[in-house]
């Protein structure tokens, strides 16, 4: 099983960079990272996703290193907008309910 | 666009009650995902339909089932429901069925006395 472990909490003040890094040590060829976030009484929404190596968009940076056992999502300067749950995924098919899993997630909390 | 929309956003059911909970896009994706999320826990999946006329069962179907009226429709069923079933539940669609981004839609709140 593709499993993934994330720190359940980290806490951050405005104005700083986060970085909530995920374990997949089973990572298979075929799989993707993807990060999601999500709102309390809301449903997820995606945030980025990657292979290998490096992939920015607007919102955030997804760092994969070589062996693909870990990624980082980097969140720059948050504000307390993005106090939420994050969380990590590792699969190629949705559908794939031994992969893309969604964990208990990483409650980020955003102070002033 | 409304995106992912589900109908009622709440419910409270008696033991033994049955209800359909109501999901429609406009996306126009093939997949369509039924989960539910119990309090403090991520997300598990229910069933899924990976396009107009097909479903299968996900991670945790038993209590449930599905239809996929169309391709913009994908009810869920609970012939009679129990306090285990408890929980939000969310519509998700894809635009394939491989590696891609899910749309979520708001949730419905069930509670089973």
């Known amino acids: 099983l593709a499993k993934t472990t994330q720190p359940i909490s980290m806490d951050s003040y405005e104005g700083q960079e986060v970085n909530i890094t995920c374990s997949h040590n089973?990572?298979?060829?075929?799989?993707?990272i993807t990060w999601y976030q999500q709102f309390p009484s809301q449903g997820p929404r995606f945030i980025i996703q990657?292979?290998?190596t490096k992939v920015t968009n607007e919102v955030a940076s997804l760092f994969i290193p070589a062996d693909r056992k870990s990624s980082t999502l980097s969140l720059p300067r948050v504000s307390l907008s993005d106090t939420a749950v994050y969380y990590c995924?590792?699969?190629?098919?949705?559908?794939?309910?031994?992969?893309?899993?969604f964990g208990t997630g990483t409650r980020l909390q955003v102070f002033p | 666009n409304a995106g992912v929309t589900q109908t009622p956003k709440f419910q409270v059911l008696k033991t033994g009650q049955s209800m359909t909970l109501q999901c429609a896009q406009d996306?126009?994706?093939?997949?369509m995902y039924w989960y539910r999320q119990d309090p403090g826990m991520g997300l598990r999946l229910i069933y899924y339909?990976?396009?107009?006329?097909?479903?299968d069962k996900g991670e945790v179907p038993n209590g449930y089932n599905v239809s996929r009226l169309n391709k913009r429709e994908f009810s869920l069923r609970l012939e009679s429901a129990a306090p285990s079933q408890t929980s939000v539940y969310f519509c998700?669609?894809?635009?394939?069925?491989?590696?891609?981004?899910?749309?979520f839609g708001p949730g419905t709140r069930l509670t089973v006395t």
């Open positions: 995924l590792v699969g190629d098919k949705p559908y794939n309910t031994d992969k893309l899993i």
């Open positions: 089973n990572i298979a060829t075929n799989d993707y």
């Open positions: 990657g292979y290998k």
């Open positions: 996306m126009n994706h093939n997949s």
């Open positions: 339909s990976a396009s107009e006329g097909t479903t």
């Open positions: 998700a669609t894809q635009a394939g069925s491989g590696v891609g981004e899910q749309y």
